[in-house]
């Protein structure tokens, strides 16, 4: 990887509306290129050195673009995850160009903006049913849980696929979090109101 490299994947963000397609060891380059840039800096003898102005410009530019990409992409899919009511319930047509982090944003946006429906919108749509029923079902359909190991993807009751590593918290519906708290892979997490 090279400035140049993270120059164009930069661009292409700013000149779509739409997230756009990006290597999975994407961060992971992004690292070694300036770590690598870091060791280069060390080298040189004189700090007011050309190359050690050039390298350090270098390593500082490349920093600057790359937070501007990580914002960027996370912008696109709050904007991904606001437009998921207008698709009727299906998954978002760009969801499979999320790297799997930003898969696990984009899905407990979708949670958190479906318990937001529910909580809100769901009681005057169904006036039939009582505020604290609506909120009981809430309750029911996820929970939220810390992931106290690494473990491959899944697929959730409500049909997402779920990448979680250790230390992760995320919104997963009853029946998977109770079948991972059962094999002691995640703990729950009391939300107090």
């Known amino acids: 990887m090279e400035c140049a490299d993270i ?10 509306k739409e997230i756009t397609p990006l290597s999975t060891t994407f961060y992971k ?10 060791e280069e800096i060390e080298k040189c003898n004189n700090s007011k ?3 050690h102005l050039m390298l350090s410009d270098e390593l500082n530019t490349s920093v600057d673009k790359i ?57 005057i749509l169904n ?3 009582e505020p604290e029923q ?23 009751a409500d049909g997402r696929s779920y990448t979680v590593r ?10 998977n979090a109770e079948g991972l708290i059962k094999r002691n892979i995640a703990q729950i997490i009391n939300v107090k109101a």
């Open 166 to 175: 250790a230390e992760d918290t995320v919104l997963l519906p009853v029946i």
């Open 49 to 51: 050195s050309k190359e």
């Open 67 to 123: 937070e501007d990409i990580f914002f960027c992409r996370r912008n696109k899919i709050y904007w991904m995850a606001a437009q998921y009511s207008n698709l009727s319930n299906t998954q978002h047509k760009n969801y499979n160009r999320l790297l799997p982090e930003e898969k696990r944003l984009y899905d407990s946006l979708i949670q958190l903006g479906k318990g937001l429906k529910t909580d809100l919108l769901d009681p």
């Open 134 to 156: 609506v909120q009981d079902k809430n309750k029911q359909e996820c929970v939220l849980v810390r992931i106290l190991k690494d473990i491959p993807t899944f697929a959730g």
């Open 29 to 38: 380059d992004a690292k070694k290129y300036l770590l690598e840039l870091e």
């Open 127 to 129: 006036q039939d049913i």
């Open 7 to 16: 120059s164009f994947v930069l661009k292409s963000e700013k000149e779509s």
